[in-house]
């Protein structure tokens, strides 16, 4: 007797991006098509491998690994991502040249990786890092899968961002992404984390981090299973809403088919790539 199919996933990212700017949504996943990352996702990428390098064997030696072997771990990573993957430069980093782009972010990532070492690391204790968790939904046309950045010995999940910024506490609470970090740690472990917890790394001129810890209750659980029906929804109507104007996404900075997209006036796209050279 055969198992039935797999069923279709949703995953948190897709679920923000779809929210975010659905027209991104078609493009990328419905038309598959692939832009390079930006030199944020890059970095952002980077300290989460030294975390990942860190937190790994930190659960069987219960050690944080030196600084130096680290930030080697994150530069390498980020020669990788690039020879693989390519770099989106929008005009004002192109007009720098990538070369000089390149080495600031390397720069700003060894910063932030410091800071990883010397202001996380210490006070957290790994029980589960880098799992990808399926939640079957039974009464859904897709199942949720995401991966569990971190989950600790006292139970508390964290996830782990970089920023330009410091985050709002408002922010947190209403994550899909913490929401799902929550169901997935339970799905796993056949209990509850004891909180969820936001570390972040702000990309400052000397990065500095912020820590803000939150709670998930079943009303979460039911607004982002709602969010996910309506995605579903959307995404089966052929329903992409592009962002909303004046989005911060909407900008040759921050999004990489921003100069074929069919939502903005060619006129006003090109004077915005051409302030964003100026910049």
């Known amino acids: 007797m055969g198992y039935p199919p797999r ?16 027209e991104q949504y078609r493009r990328r996943y419905i038309n598959r098509e692939v832009i390079p990352p930006g030199i944020a996702l890059v970095k952002g990428s980077a300290v989460h ?15 944080d690994l030196p600084l130096e072997q680290l930030q080697g ?3 390498e ?3 990788v991502m690039i020879a693989k993957d390519g770099l989106f430069l929008p005009p004002e980093q192109a007009s720098i040249g990538m070369q000089k782009v390149l ?8 910063g932030m990786v410091r800071a990883l070492r010397m202001e996380i690391a210490p006070r957290i204790q790994p029980a589960m890092t880098e799992k990808f968790i399926r939640i079957p939904l039974p009464k859904h046309t897709h199942d949720l899968l995401g991966r569990l950045d971190l989950a600790t010995e006292d139970r508390r999940v ?11 506490q408002d922010e947190v609470d209403r994550s899909d992404q913490l929401t799902f970090y ?3 740690y339970e799905y796993e472990t056949g209990a509850p984390p004891a909180g969820i917890d936001l570390e972040v790394i702000v990309e400052t001129k000397v990065p500095s981090v912020q820590s803000l810890t939150s709670q998930r209750t079943m009303d979460d659980r039911k607004v982002l299973l709602h969010r996910i029906n309506a995605m579903i929804a959307g995404v089966q109507a052929g329903t992409f809403l592009p962002a909303a104007p004046g989005s911060w996404i909407c900008s040759p900075r921050f999004c990489g088919f921003y100069g074929s997209c069919g939502f903005i006036n060619s006129e006003r796209k090109a004077a915005a790539e051409a302030n ?3 910049l």
Do not use: W
């Not at 964290?158 to 709002?168: A, F, I, W």
């Open 7 to 22: 069923k279709p996933h949703v995953s948190p990212s897709q679920l923000d991006m779809y929210f975010r700017c659905g």
């Open 158 to 168: 964290k996830d782990l961002k970089t920023s330009s910024k410091r985050k709002y």
């Open 103 to 110: 080495g600031d972010a390397k720069d700003r990532t060894q």
């Open 73 to 75: 771990a994150a530069e």
């Open 276 to 278: 964003a050279a100026l």
């Open 77 to 79: 990573h980020i020669d």
């Open 182 to 184: 929550h169901m997935a």
């Open 49 to 63: 491998k030294a975390a990942e390098v860190n937190f790994a064997q930190k659960i069987e030696t219960r050690e």
